[in-house]
């Protein structure tokens, strides 16, 4: 009879399990809930038909496909995803995550690592420590797991060799010296046959120390959060009438007292606590993985996001820090382009000013890089669109851990892990003048607004944008032209035509752009620029209304058949890298203010259709 039984109130660990492809994660998992009872008799019928099935282990039950629950996953023999599974002894309840072994899902594997406190590192005692080995053991440090167990798995298929074991731990010791773990705990086992999972095995009479259970049991992995400087982020403001108004959130760290005085991070608004309220009644303390609502003793504008603290303990509140970036997606991150991060429960524009150094995590040495691909890791700086609270990650996971998300697909591109701030040009503010952009552009009658002319090189984009400027101008506007080529010869002579040098192209000419509107003018900006992220960068660095996207939409064939430069003759000879259109793509805007289609029309028409445009917006021309 196989038992189920339900969980207990007893201390919870939660670990993952990671390593190399085939290295036996999800058959020791497999093996913990079955010596653990914790199957249920359907379940175990139905893993002994499947294991005929798709079993790796002949007549015997294959463990792991109590895990490995997708079908791809099945079929094949490996996990893909993050498989999450609940088991007990008397004296520990256990939350055990089996993460991906195959490069392409560090992702994965990063995401089941965030959440733990140890992790089990599984080694095939037959090809020692490998690659995957080192990036999940980096992963790990990085991402603040500080005790870790080397399971030297499938022991029994080098005859329960000592001297095997011993060398593939002095391996991975070597490795692991410089990852700041604090405990490092070697186990041989066989997760097929149970040998030192859930008891001692008779087949290592050279092994004195703990099954991999007792030490999971026995294992000291608590922080004591509770002394730590107190982090409150708001997650909600309750305001169910008139007379209450709380902040709602979770207790991330340290402890507050009713009458404690506090204050909120990035304005330094102070008062005191006046409640802590929960819904068994107030409490007169509380503390770390609490969640309370606090009332404070003063009208202080306290918003969602907002973090409050001790004012004797307060974080950075800085918008340019430094820190380590895993690259979670297909398109690669190029610094200067524009995502948006999620710290806590603010969300804010961010970019990567620059990539320090990409960590190589077979070696750990640093090299210089450009950008970061899938699953690479770098060390950065970034720059928010708002001053935020942060504490570097080692000291806080909550107010130190951030993701950045892609703008146009919202996928989760990178994890992040603050290092510290960067106190940069701390004498530097912004300078308020009297006369600001609505009297410059009040004295030269101009509505201040950027004309953003994008398209295939040939599309006619310069041209179009020529006669637009001359019949602003003969109206008495003021305006400047910005042009792709002309602007290279200057402030962009240094870039080439690489995906990070058109990023930093456009960032340019983008700030630059906010410059003359600023000066009240109209700036007609001719660039391909064939990203949407770079477009969208320069329409949110001005106000609403003072972006207009020109698309002028001319078909490939067209632009090639005039190529009046000569350029994608030469591109589709090979004489020209990364040109747009041939080898290097053209990303059309999805909704732009204006859409130019060339075809079959004169550049002085598609220019009248642009003016007609600007007069619709309440602009003489």
């Given at each position: 009879m196989t038992h189920h039984r339900a969980p207990e109130n007893r201390e919870l660990l939660r670990f993952l399990t990671c390593g190399s492809v085939d290295d036996g994660k999800s058959t020791l998992i497999g093996r913990l809930l079955y010596d653990s009872q914790l199957i249920f008799e359907d379940t175990l019928a139905a893993i002994t038909k499947d294991s005929r099935k798709h079993g790796t282990t002949g007549d015997d039950i294959d463990l792991a496909l109590l895990v490995d629950g997708l079908e791809a996953e099945r079929q094949q023999g490996i996990?893909?995803?993050?498989?999450?599974?609940?088991?007990?002894?008397?004296?520990?309840?256990?939350?055990?995550?089996?993460?991906?072994?195959?490069?392409?899902?560090?992702?994965?594997?990063?995401?089941?690592?965030?959440?733990?406190?140890?992790?089990?590192?599984?080694?095939?005692?037959?090809?020692?420590?490998?690659?995957?080995?080192?990036?999940?053991?980096?992963?790990?440090?990085?991402?603040?797991?500080?005790?870790?167990?080397?399971?030297?798995?499938?022991?029994?298929l080098v005859n329960f060799s000592e001297d095997t074991f011993d060398r593939i731990v002095g391996d991975y010791v070597t490795f692991a010296s410089e990852l700041g773990f604090r405990s490092v705990m070697p186990i041989p086992m066989s997760a097929r046959y149970g040998d030192n999972v859930t008891s001692k095995s008779g087949n290592t009479p050279w092994y004195h120390g703990p099954t991999l259970v007792e030490h999971?049991?026995?294992?000291?992995?608590?922080?004591?959060?509770?002394?730590?400087?107190?982090?409150?982020?708001?997650?909600?403001?309750?305001?169910?009438?008139?007379?209450?108004?709380?902040?709602?959130?979770?207790?991330?760290?340290?402890?507050?007292?009713?009458?404690?005085?506090?204050?909120?991070?990035?304005?330094?608004?102070?008062?005191?606590?006046?409640?802590?309220?929960?819904?068994?009644?107030?409490?007169p303390v509380a503390e770390a993985g609490q969640a309370v609502t606090l009332t404070l003793e003063d009208e202080v504008d306290v918003a969602r996001g907002d973090i409050i603290v001790r004012p004797a303990e307060r974080p950075a509140v800085a918008d340019q820090f430094a820190g380590h970036l895993l690259w979670m997606d297909?398109?690669?991150?190029?610094?200067?382009?524009?995502?948006?991060?999620?710290?806590?429960?603010?969300?804010?524009?961010?970019?990567?000013?620059?990539?320090?150094?990409?960590?190589?995590?077979?070696?750990?040495?640093?090299?210089?890089?450009?950008?970061?691909?899938?699953?690479?890791?770098?060390?950065?700086?970034?720059?928010?669109?708002?001053?935020?609270?942060?504490?570097?990650?080692?000291?806080?996971?909550?107010?130190?851990?951030?993701?950045?998300?892609?703008?146009?697909?919202?996928?989760?591109?990178?994890?992040?892990?603050?290092?510290?701030?960067?106190?940069?040009?701390?004498?530097?503010?912004?300078?308020?003048?009297?006369?600001?952009?609505?009297?410059?552009?009040?004295?030269?009658?101009?509505?201040?607004?950027?004309?953003?002319?994008?398209?295939?090189?040939?599309?006619?984009?310069?041209?179009?944008?020529?006669i637009v400027e001359l019949a602003l101008h003969r109206a008495g506007r003021q305006t400047y032209s910005l042009d792709g080529d002309n602007v290279r010869h200057g402030l962009c002579r240094d870039l080439g035509f690489t995906a990070e040098d058109r990023v930093e192209n456009i960032r340019r000419v983008g700030e630059v752009a906010k410059l003359f509107v600023d000066a009240g003018m109209i700036v007609l900006c001719s660039f391909i620029s064939p990203f949407r992220a770079e477009r969208q960068m320069v329409r949110g660095l001005l106000a609403e209304g003072e972006f207009v996207e020109v698309f002028v939409d001319t078909p490939i064939e067209a632009c090639i058949q005039r190529d009046p430069k000569g350029l994608y003759a030469k591109a589709q000879a090979g004489q020209i890298k990364n040109f747009t259109g041939i080898d290097s793509p053209y990303e059309a805007p999805e909704d732009p203010e204006l859409l130019v289609r060339t075809p079959g029309r004169t550049p002085e028409d598609c220019a009248a259709e642009v003016l007609a445009q600007l007069r619709a917006r309440g602009i003489g021309c």
């Open positions: 996990t893909i995803d993050v498989a999450y599974r609940f088991f007990q002894t008397p004296k520990r309840a256990f939350i055990v995550a089996d993460t991906p072994g195959h490069e392409q899902y560090t992702r994965n594997m990063a995401t089941g690592a965030s959440g733990a406190s140890l992790a089990v590192i599984l080694i095939d005692a037959r090809k020692g420590v490998l690659t995957q080995t080192r990036r999940h053991s980096y992963i790990c440090s990085l991402l603040g797991i500080r005790d870790i167990v080397v399971a030297v798995n499938k022991i029994d999971l049991e026995g294992v000291d992995v608590s922080q004591d959060l509770g002394a730590k400087p107190f982090r409150f982020p708001v997650q909600w403001v309750n305001r169910p009438n008139l007379d209450f108004r709380g902040f709602a959130g979770t207790i991330a760290s340290g402890r507050i007292a009713a009458g404690d005085q506090v204050i909120v991070a990035a304005s330094g608004k102070a008062s005191r606590i006046a409640r802590i309220v929960t819904a068994d009644g107030d409490l297909e398109e690669a991150m190029l610094p200067g382009r524009s995502y948006l991060m999620r710290i806590g429960n603010v969300w804010t524009p961010c970019s990567v000013t620059s990539i320090r150094h990409r960590v190589d995590v077979n070696t750990l040495e640093e090299h210089a890089a450009r950008r970061l691909s899938l699953n690479e890791i770098g060390f950065c700086n970034f720059s928010a669109g708002q001053p935020i609270p942060i504490d570097p990650y080692a000291e806080n996971r909550t107010t130190g851990a951030f993701i950045l998300v892609d703008r146009f697909t919202n996928r989760t591109a990178g994890a992040g892990m603050v290092a510290f701030p960067l106190r940069r040009a701390s004498n530097i503010h912004h300078e308020h003048f009297t006369v600001d952009k609505a009297a410059r552009a009040a004295l030269v009658g101009n509505k201040p607004m950027v004309l953003w002319f994008t398209g295939l090189s040939g599309s006619g984009k310069s041209t179009i944008a020529n």
